[in-house]
């Protein structure tokens, strides 16, 4: 069985290995800390338990993953997060990323498309403790507009494009990581920041596997 402390040595190696892609050659101590203590096993199914700290994604039913626990640490950590974040998550999922986003910044709302998954999510978000996250069944690419703007916000499933209400509700000096592409295609993640200005730019930073950004329409759906 993986431990826990052995999969962040892991996930330390993968950030080294990846540094020329990512520009990230150390992860904040203050993100592997977050993943040191947020219990991963209770966000996988049981049947999983076992493999909770391998370096993998896992199924969690309803054709869902949680993520590979060095993307999830990547992606949290090209955020820059600090303590009064306002931070805004599409694709609940799990409910793991959530947490620890929780961990590291003020405020986090998050945003699940699947009614069974995002109740799942909150009762096992309940369970660990983290009271404060703010959960919502939805369409995430619409963005939380009563809650906007946001220091950060984090994207869990692939989209075809960038979201033109996500831009919209990052605040002046924001970041954005959301991965790009077509479903089981090509995907990039992508960094996007907007300046004081209100300026956005973007870079690619790796190529990355998600299962799609569904809109909440039907027929898009099952084609997703
Ligand atoms: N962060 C999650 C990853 C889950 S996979 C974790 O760590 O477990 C991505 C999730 O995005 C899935 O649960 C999927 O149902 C959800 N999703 C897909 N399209 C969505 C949309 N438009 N709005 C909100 N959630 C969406």
């Given at each position: 069985m993986t431990t826990r402390q052995q999969l962040i040595e892991e996930i330390t190696r993968e950030a080294q290995d990846t540094a020329s892609l990512t520009g990230r050659d150390r992860l904040d101590p203050r993100v592997l800390q977050a993943l040191r203590t947020v219990r991963r096993e209770a966000f996988v199914?049981?049947?999983a338990v076992r493999h909770a700290y391998v370096n993998a994604p896992l199924p969690i039913g309803c054709g869902q993953t949680i993520s590979q626990p060095f993307v999830v640490a990547l992606?949290?950590?090209?955020?820059?997060?600090?303590s009064a974040d306002h931070v805004l998550e599409v694709g609940t999922g799990s409910g793991y990323q959530t947490a620890v986003l929780a961990e590291l910044a003020d405020t986090v709302g998050s945003i699940e498309i699947i009614p069974e998954l995002a109740a799942r999510a909150a009762a096992v978000l309940a369970a660990e403790g983290y009271a404060r996250v703010a959960l919502r069944t939805g369409d995430g690419s619409l963005g939380w507009p009563e809650r906007a703007p946001f220091d950060a916000i984090i994207v869990t499933a692939a989209a075809r494009d960038v979201p033109p209400a996500l831009v919209e509700q990052?605040?002046?000096?924001g970041r954005m990581v959301i991965p790009v592409g077509e479903a089981g295609g090509e995907q990039e993640l992508r960094l996007l920041r907007k300046d004081a200005g209100g300026t956005v730019t973007s870079r690619s930073v790796l190529s990355v596997a998600f299962v799609p950004l569904t809109s909440g329409t039907r027929e898009d759906r099952r084609r997703g």
């Open positions: 199914p049981a049947t992606m949290t950590e090209l955020l820059d997060l600090r990052l605040r002046p000096g």
